[in-house]
């Protein structure tokens, strides 16, 4: 499966922006899918998840409450909604997708074998 990461943007704190990976070549359906982050200097971060149930999405603490993670198995697209946005939220924001993720290891970056360019998101404050 390709992904293809877009919607990031410059907002201002308290703000919101959805982002969206598109996939292609495989049905998204079949993929658990992820949102990870990378601020400079600092590793890459699980964001929020959602594995092939559909029912089960985590988030990070510093998501929870504020972002959505969600799909659509006829665009075949995977959003995040962000809402109250802060400027910790600064970060490049991937999508990962794997068809083999289970929740016990839903948050390790490691266990994804696809994943989106990236794209950025800058919360001033």
């Known amino acids: 499966v390709q992904l293809q990461a877009s919607g990031g943007g410059l907002v201002q704190a308290g703000g919101s922006l959805r982002l969206s990976c598109a996939a292609s070549?495989?049905?998204?359906?079949?993929?658990?899918v992820a949102w990870f982050r990378q601020a400079p200097g600092k590793e890459r971060e699980f964001v929020a998840g959602?594995?092939?149930?559909?029912?089960?999405?985590s988030y990070a603490d510093s998501a929870k409450g504020r972002f959505a993670i969600s799909r659509d198995n006829v665009k075949n697209t995977v959003y995040l909604q962000m809402n109250s946005l802060k400027p910790e939220d600064t970060a490049v924001y991937y999508c990962?997708?794997?068809?083999?993720?289970?929740?016990?290891?839903?948050?390790?970056?490691?266990?994804?074998?696809?994943w989106g360019q990236g794209t950025q998101v800058t919360v001033s404050s």
């Open positions: 990962a997708a794997d068809p083999s993720v289970i929740l016990s290891s839903q948050a390790m970056a490691a266990q994804y074998d696809y």
């Open positions: 070549g495989r049905t998204v359906s079949r993929y658990a």
């Open positions: 959602n594995l092939r149930s559909a029912s089960r999405s």
